[in-house]
């Protein structure tokens, strides 16, 4: 899945899709979490959901050439996801309690927070799977 279409290659594209379904699936189950925790705690049991799911698609539909073995693999994969579990928590705690409250932001400022959270390590993430996680 290395092949290019134009400057963005199909495999950064398939991650991103991947990403956003194990994002999807790591900010609906925040919202059930948070309903028994606080949110930090809610945002890292979610990150846990998005984890499983975001390292049995990537490879099984992104990463199809990796050499490593799936325990390498699933280890590396959580050393880079705890990294980008510190960058989720630093953007969303930072844009809910600091940025969004300076700006007057009112609407859903915990879901907009761990949102863009969630969406803050996209590239890091995949240029760390792609050259060591997966290589």
């Known amino acids: 899945m290395a092949a290019h279409s134009g400057m963005v ?12 379904f194990a ?24 990150f846990l959901v998005g984890l499983v799911t975001a390292f049995v ?7 199809l050439d ?31 309690h600091w940025l969004l409250p300076l700006l007057g ?3 859903h400022p915990e879901a907009v927070a761990h949102a863009a959270g969630i969406a803050a390590p996209a590239i890091t993430s995949y240029l760390a799977h792609k050259h060591w996680t997966f290589s």
């Open 9 to 20: 290659s199909r495999q950064f594209i398939g991650f991103l899709v991947v990403s956003g």
């Open 23 to 46: 994002g999807l699936a790591n900010f609906g189950s925040r919202f059930l979490f948070s309903l028994a925790m606080p949110y930090a705690a809610a945002i890292s049991v979610a």
């Open 57 to 63: 698609l990537n490879r099984r539909f992104v990463f």
């Open 66 to 96: 990796s050499r490593q073995s799936t325990r390498s693999q699933a280890w590396r994969f959580l050393l880079v996801n705890l990294a980008a579990l510190v960058q989720t928590l630093a953007v969303s705690l930072l844009l809910v």
């Open 105 to 107: 932001w009112h609407w």
